[in-house]
């Protein structure tokens, strides 16, 4: 542990990596807690994976017409707000059909990704860091953009929070008194597409949604209030972030990987516990 410790003092991307795991924390926390609550988990997965059709797009236009400030985490959030906004479009629209439209989606979103990683010009690319992700990579441009993100995300829920909690608990009755529930439905979908592009970084495609709903759902099993539930998984993403930092730096390890697996044991040990009652 003497040995990350020195690291983080003497090396910037270590750094880089521990601000960004922390900084998400937040995010992932808030908006886990929507996800869980809305039962919108295979909806989070399909958006998480179809994001690699913009890192692909990235990548290849960025070789191809030398467009330096195009990185990967930048072409991520258009592929995550198109994919988002046509999957709250089929879920509104084609109730019947959601399950195969849905997985088309995210299927297409990785082919597409895929070919222009395959005809990008230049050195071959390193897609298991996308797909499992590996947050030593980040960079500084990396860490503005987390924060910026971030911020986004959380000044949106803060602004719209009731609203969101109602389209979470009943789209039926925030529409009876006057809301627009499909726009906030959209909004929610967004927030959620942003929060993924961050994911990517710190767990990758695959074990993002990992990540983003198993500390929430830990947290419910404790709380019952949304806020606090919101509270409790951001104390957990934050130490599973550090802690999975900490932990994989010295065995040289995907720090996703330990991530991942302490945020499972954790969920499996919570129904040893009585679930908190109202």
């Not at 439209?101 to 010009?121: E, N, R, V």
């Amino acid at each position: 542990m003497s040995d990350f410790f020195d690291a983080v003092q003497n090396f910037s991307i270590i750094r880089y990596a521990l601000l960004v795991g922390i900084i998400s924390s937040f995010t992932f926390g808030v908006v886990g807690t929507f996800i869980v609550t809305r039962r919108i988990s295979y909806i989070a997965a399909a958006i998480s994976h179809s994001i690699l059709g913009g890192i692909g797009a990235s990548i290849y236009f960025n070789r191809v017409y030398e467009l330096e400030w195009l990185t990967p985490m930048l072409g991520a959030i258009p592929a995550a707000l198109i994919s988002a906004g046509l999957i709250g479009w089929v879920t509104l629209r084609f109730k019947e059909r959601e399950d195969t439209i849905i997985a088309a989606i995210w299927t297409c979103g990785m082919t597409i990704g895929l070919l222009f990683i395959h005809h990008a010009p230049g050195p071959g690319v390193n897609l298991e860091s996308f797909i499992f992700g590996d947050i030593l990579l980040t960079s500084q441009s990396d860490v503005i953009a987390t924060v910026v993100l971030a911020v986004v995300v959380l000044a949106l829920v803060g602004l719209f929070y009731h609203k969101l909690v109602a389209v979470c608990f009943d789209e039926e009755f925030t529409s009876l008194r006057g809301v627009s529930a499909k726009l906030y439905y959209f909004l929610l979908l967004g927030i959620v597409g942003i929060c993924m592009v961050l994911l990517v970084r710190v767990a990758g495609i695959v074990l993002s949604i990992a990540l983003i709903v198993l500390p929430a759902a830990t947290a419910s099993r404790f709380a019952n209030r949304l806020w606090s539930i919101m509270i409790i998984s951001i104390i957990l993403s934050i130490i599973y972030n550090v802690g999975g930092l900490a932990i994989s730096f010295p065995m040289e390890v995907p720090t996703g990987y330990v991530v991942v697996i302490a945020a499972s044991v954790v969920y499996a040990l919570s129904f040893c516990f009585k679930r908190r009652k109202n």
